[in-house]
């Protein structure tokens, strides 16, 4: 059921194995088609797909990236950019949300950044898309900026927030 809060089975956050590449490419290209899709003009969303560009940040970002499994199937995705607080990405697979993988995936990069010594963990997000902000600012992000920011993915100008977490002092 949409927008439950119900947890299926144990979340195992763990590091992304390259044999995987597709299948959690696909997950993420289907997580975009939810809640980024709707949000941008049919022909960026029609070159977006056709490209898929998991599958390269997969393969490049590989080890900055944590796979959320469910029941010990591959659910979600997230990393942070580098070694710092900014946390890049986070995709969950449709049929999976609402099942903590998304929080779950939060909590696992807010912990890396906080042992890496940061006080605080940030991201950005489409103003528009209603469900991931709501996620972030149920998890304790806070707004912190709103702009028209150019996506160097999708190839457009797009109105995203920036939100900020306080961590606990490690």
């Given at each position: ?56 940040f ?34 969950v697979a ?77």
């Amino acid at each position: 059921m949409p927008g439950a809060s119900r947890v299926a089975g144990p979340i195992r956050i763990r590091p992304v194995r390259l044999v995987e590449v597709d299948r959690l490419a696909a997950i993420g290209l289907a997580a975009w088609e939810r809640g980024i899709a709707p949000l941008v003009p049919r022909q960026v969303w029609d070159r977006v797909r056709a490209a898929n560009p998991f599958r390269p940040f997969l393969r490049e970002r590989g080890s900055s990236i944590m796979v959320a499994d469910l029941n010990g199937e591959p659910a979600g995705i997230a990393a942070r950019d580098g070694a710092g607080d900014y946390i890049s990405d986070l995709w969950v697979a449709p049929g999976r949300e609402g099942q903590g993988v998304g929080s779950a995936l939060l909590a696992a990069l807010e912990a890396t950044i906080g042992q890496a010594g940061y006080g605080t963990a940030r991201l950005e997000v489409l103003t528009a898309n209603a469900r991931a902000l709501a996620l972030y600012r149920r998890r304790g992000y806070r707004p912190v900026w709103e702009a028209l920011k150019r996506d160097l993915t999708l190839g457009i100008e797009l109105h995203k927030t920036g939100l900020a977490k306080s961590l606990p002092a490690a």
